[in-house]
């Protein structure tokens, strides 16, 4: 086997993974887990800010009212 059939051979192994990487199918897949890992990774940020800056949001008029407002509206 010389070089030039060794490189036509990968080529063609190339040519079959790119065909299978840009299937309808599996972009489907890979978007729904990119966008699963961003809700979650949103999630995990904001949970974080809202826990550091909590006091500083309580302090406000219309922010406590309407957690008490939600407070009690959840409460038997």
Known sequence: MDQHSKIIEHLD??????????S???????GIVY?????V???????????????WFAQIDWVRSG???GTAFLRP
Do not use: D
Request: hydrophobic share 60%.
């Open 24 to 30: 309808i199918g599996r972009m489907f897949v890979v």
């Open 41 to 55: 990774g949103s999630a995990i940020i904001a949970t974080i800010a809202l826990g550091i800056l909590g006091p």
């Open 67 to 69: 957690f008490e407002a």
């Open 13 to 22: 192994l190339l040519n079959r993974q790119v065909a299978r990487q840009n």
């Open 35 to 39: 966008g699963i890992g961003f809700f």
